[in-house]
């Protein structure tokens, strides 16, 4: 390792046990032999890596070792460094399988799209030296929105009538700016509750996570938008309630009343919470197995449920 | 509008060849009527491939399947008794705005075509959900044509 590196790696090497003067690697084809320790030098800055990123899903760690942790040593700023990985992959959504792809010049495209916009990760790409796309992101200071739901002590109706018009008037602004992405011909993706995060100083929220892609359709933003329905859900009833866990009988819930794509989860809300008004459960209603009609575009999910804003706002035990 | 002028919208699959041999059927000993063949081309995702070769090289490859179908389509028509004459052929290049039902509509309002043809997929709800269906589109948005939909 140079010396101009290694006085730099001394200086900002974290107060924990790491691997001292690695490798320093200008070419990151073989990601899988970068470890803590080394070091990436791209776009003229150096990334002291402190270990792979991981993914906790259905309790497990899923390590994305295209995905490092790193410190950029000019600065000390932590980053986020992701790797060219380019991949074919099929993805099940309910009784679904859709082959999307991992694309690097993707998501580097919407960074620059996106440069400066709150509502979006931030970062740069650059090119290494044999030409792969390497993304250097900068951390959300946030947390995942799911987990901040989850974390509410309240019964839904409380929640509901104090917290949710607060949440939806921000979702609503993250719907728009899936929009700006539609009218720049991008697409998010992969809009999951887990890749929408609260920032910590504002409250809003930001996109995270934009290098999924799929082949074009007819409908080339349904994807998003069915990912925009599931979260509208989880935030409408306060987390998923599955039909198993409920009173069919008692609440009169059918199969009618659950996700088209997923067929234990109950959209139909006002079943659960009669308090819902009319308008917000036609819109969870869209995503139901009794739909025959969809949105097509954010624009016509927002026609919608804008107006259900406007009725919550002036409901009476709002504060 | 002339519903003697009919539009048939195809893409390479089974489903278009389909369409394609309901309308020879139908057609083939009718007088007086114009087909056109009518390809709505659209480049695969460019993200989707690591180099510009591998890109172009798919390009090509759909490019050609376009022209093999095409000539495949006409011959089932030529065999069902319509006049070789009476055939025509075009291909639109398509983006991602507007949808490939739009750009067909399009053509078939700027061609005067008063029969529009095409085959479906069958998708289940969820399909048409995430992807969106032509055939659907077509259906709700036609206007002063007939539309055939051949499953």
């Not at chain 1, 839904?156 to 011909?185: D, S, W």
């Not at chain 2, 069902?80 to 055939?87: E, F, K, R, V, Y």
Request: glycine fraction near 8%; include cysteine; hydrophobic fraction near 40%.
């Amino acid at each position: 390792m140079p010396e101009s590196v290694r006085a730099l790696v001394e200086r900002f090497k974290p107060p924990v046990s790491v691997r001292t003067y690695g490798t320093v690697f200008t070419d990151t084809s073989e990601f899988m032999n970068i470890g803590y320790g080394d070091v990436i030098h791209v776009g003229a800055r150096n990334y002291l890596v402190l270990g792979d990123e991981s993914e906790r899903r259905f309790g497990m760690e899923d390590p994305k070792f295209w995905v490092k942790r790193c410190i950029e040593l000019e600065t000390g700023l932590y980053r986020i460094l992701k790797l060219e990985f380019a991949e074919s992959f099929d993805q099940h959504i309910g009784p679904l399988t859709i082959t999307c792809h991992r694309s690097a010049a993707k998501e580097a495209r919407i960074l620059r799209l996106v440069a400066g916009d709150a509502r979006f990760m931030q970062g740069v790409a650059h090119k290494d030296s044999t030409g792969n796309l390497v993304r250097v992101l900068e951390r959300v200071a946030g947390r995942r929105l799911d987990l901040n739901i989850e974390d509410i002590h309240a019964d839904h109706r409380e929640y509901f009538h104090e917290l949710f018009p607060g949440i939806l008037t921000r979702f609503i602004a993250a719907c728009r700016a899936i929009h700006h992405l539609h009218q720049h011909g991008e697409t998010h993706g992969d809009i999951r509750r887990d890749h929408l995060y609260v920032d910590h100083n504002t409250g809003d929220y930001c996109w995270i996570d934009f290098d999924y892609g799929y082949d074009s359709v007819e409908n080339p933003f349904g994807l998003d938008l069915f990912g925009l329905g599931n979260i509208l859900s989880f935030i409408s009833g306060k987390g998923v309630h599955a039909i198993q866990e409920l009173d069919q009988a008692a609440l009169g819930l059918t199969e009618d009343d659950c996700a088209l794509f997923f067929r234990h989860r109950v959209v139909n809300l006002k079943k659960l919470f009669p308090y819902v008004p009319e308008g917000l459960n036609r819109v969870l209603m869209h995503y139901s197995a009794a739909s025959e009609v969809f949105y097509e575009t954010v624009p016509e999910l927002l026609a919608d449920l804008e107006p259900c804003l406007d009725h919550l706002n002036d409901h009476p035990n709002r504060a | 509008m002339d519903f003697r002028n009919i539009l048939i919208s195809v893409d390479a699959s089974d489903n278009a060849l389909r369409a394609v041999e309901y309308a020879a059927a139908i057609l083939g000993p009718a007088q007086g009527v114009r087909v056109t063949l009518l390809y709505i081309e659209r480049a695969p995702n460019r993200d989707r491939f690591e180099t510009e070769d591998a890109w172009l090289n798919q390009c090509r490859l759909d490019h050609q399947g376009v022209f093999d179908f095409l000539a495949k389509a006409r011959s089932v028509l030529v065999a069902a008794g319509l006049a070789d004459g009476a055939i025509s052929e075009r291909t639109v290049l398509c983006s991602t705005e507007p949808s490939i039902a739009q750009t067909i509509l399009d053509v078939q309002q700027e061609g005067g075509y008063g029969t529009l043809v095409v085959g479906r997929r069958g998708l289940t709800k969820g399909e048409e959900f995430l992807f969106g269906s032509v055939s659907t589109k077509l259906v709700h948005n036609a206007k002063n044509c007939a539309v055939w939909v051949v499953q």
